[in-house]
T-cell receptor
Framework: AQTVTQSQPEMSVQEAETVTLSCTYD???????LFWYKQPPSRQMILVIR??????QNATENRFSVNFQKAAKSFSLKISDSQLGDAAMYFC???????????FGQGTRLTINP | GAVVSQHPSRVICKSGTSVKIECRSLDFQATTMFWYRQFPKKSLMLMATSNEGSKATYEQGVEKDKFLINHASLTLSTLTVTSAHPEDSSFYIC???????????FGSGTRLTVV
């Protein structure tokens, strides 16, 4: 069974600094997709970034970037120049090609200190 | 684009009654929708996957007779919590699979309180 593990229940960072959230996953598949979702206090799930496993290049979206290590089955999220609005729960998620459902990690609660 | 509207955002009901939660895709056709339950400070737990025009596929341990899912059109899926009890109190979120790009969009969630 596919599993996603986020080993950091909570993280905090000073405003304007950089923070990295870790995520590992377990799969025997070669074709899959990885996602990071943000859930702010409003509880609306917001897509932060996605990565196709066949792409070697790490995905980036403005201040958000990933370090995708396929062999190590690792998919960490780096947030640069942290802002107060980045405070949220962050969930790593995985989906195999051809499947429908997402498998979520346990989440990491990120606090931004002003 | 690709907005999913979920209603109601909050509902309080008496024990033993049924509650219906709606999830509508506003600007796209949602062939597949998902229903999640989220406990406080926990991750999303998939309850079921619904495909338009067919029966929902429930995850192991989810009571299909208690959580009725209907996906009769390409823009509407509903979750009905039947004979609700206080232990059904939770945050329920719907999600739709976006066509062609393997992404997902989520509703804003429904906080159900059963008293």
């Amino acid at each position: 069974a596919q599993t996603v593990t986020q080993s950091q229940p909570e993280m905090s960072v000073q405003e304007a600094e950089t923070v990295t959230l870790s995520c590992t996953y377990d799969t025997s598949e070669s074709d899959y997709y990885l996602f990071w979702y943000k859930q702010p206090p409003s509880r609306q799930m917001i897509l932060v970034i996605r990565q196709e496993a066949y792409k070697q290049q790490n995905a980036t979206e403005n201040r958000f970037s990933v370090n995708f290590q396929k062999a190590a089955k690792s998919f960490s999220l780096k947030i640069s120049d942290s802002q107060l609005g980045d405070a949220a729960m962050y969930f790593c998620a995985y989906r195999i090609q051809g499947a429908q459902k997402l498998v979520f990690g346990q989440g990491t609660r990120l606090t931004i200190n002003p | 684009g690709a907005v999913v509207s979920q209603h109601p955002s909050r509902v309080i009901c008496k024990s033993g009654t049924s509650v219906k939660i709606e999830c509508r895709s506003l600007d796209f056709q949602a062939t597949t929708m998902f229903w999640y339950r989220q406990f406080p400070k926990k991750s999303l737990m998939l309850m079921a996957t619904s495909n338009e025009g067919s029966k929902a596929t429930y995850e192991q341990g989810v009571e299909k007779d208690k959580f009725l899912i209907n996906h009769a059109s390409l823009t509407l899926s509903t979750l009905t919590v039947t004979s609700a009890h206080p232990e059904d109190s939770s945050f329920y979120i719907c999600s739709a699979s976006l066509p062609a790009n393997y992404g997902y969009t989520f509703g804003s969630g429904t906080r159900l309180t059963v008293v």
